[in-house]
């Protein structure tokens, strides 16, 4: 399976990480600021099989999209300046990539929002997308940075 991951913050790349080390999936990553990842931890590097081919930098949204079935939305959300509420710009933006990638193919595909949002961001996220074939669902992250292993 080809499985896509939007954002290589500490979720994205603990993520990327583990599903290489089952050596089953070829794994899309794509982050619109940087082409590498930032290692948070040892014991996560020390997982990263680099140069083994089963990570892939996708140059695009547009080329997860188009090779991955199964993709895995990890963009930050700092909180916003009351420091009350996260702010969702990052899940916006990649969404609406995503509507404009996904219009005229006809591929179903799930995407799983890892980003920690409020309560009702992810049917929202979902009805933004004018593509019938596209289950939006939430995993919630419990990530503490400094223990993902």
């Known amino acids: 399976m080809n499985v896509g991951i939007i954002g290589t913050g500490y979720v994205g790349t603990a993520l990327a990480v583990f599903f290489e080390n089952e050596k ?8 619109k600021n940087k082409r590498e990842f930032d290692f948070y931890e040892d014991k996560i ?3 990263y099989t ?18 991955c079935d199964l993709v895995f939305i990890c963009v930050g959300t700092p909180l916003n300046s009351s420091g009350h509420n996260v702010s969702l710009f990052a899940v916006n933006e990649v969404f609406e990539e995503i509507d404009n990638c996904t219009i005229h ?11 920690t949002v409020p309560i009702t961001t992810t049917r ?9 074939n596209t289950d939006v669902i939430f995993q919630p992250e419990f990530l503490r940075e400094g223990s993902a292993i």
Request: glycine share 6%.
């Open 45 to 47: 590097y020390s997982y």
């Open 50 to 67: 680099k140069g083994k081919g089963y990570i892939i930098f996708a140059k695009d949204i547009n080329e997860i999209m188009g090779r």
């Open 24 to 31: 089953k999936h070829t794994i899309y990553v794509y982050d």
């Open 124 to 132: 929202l996220m979902a009805h933004k997308l004018r593509h019938n």
């Open 105 to 115: 193919k006809e591929i179903l595909r799930t995407i799983v929002l890892r980003s």
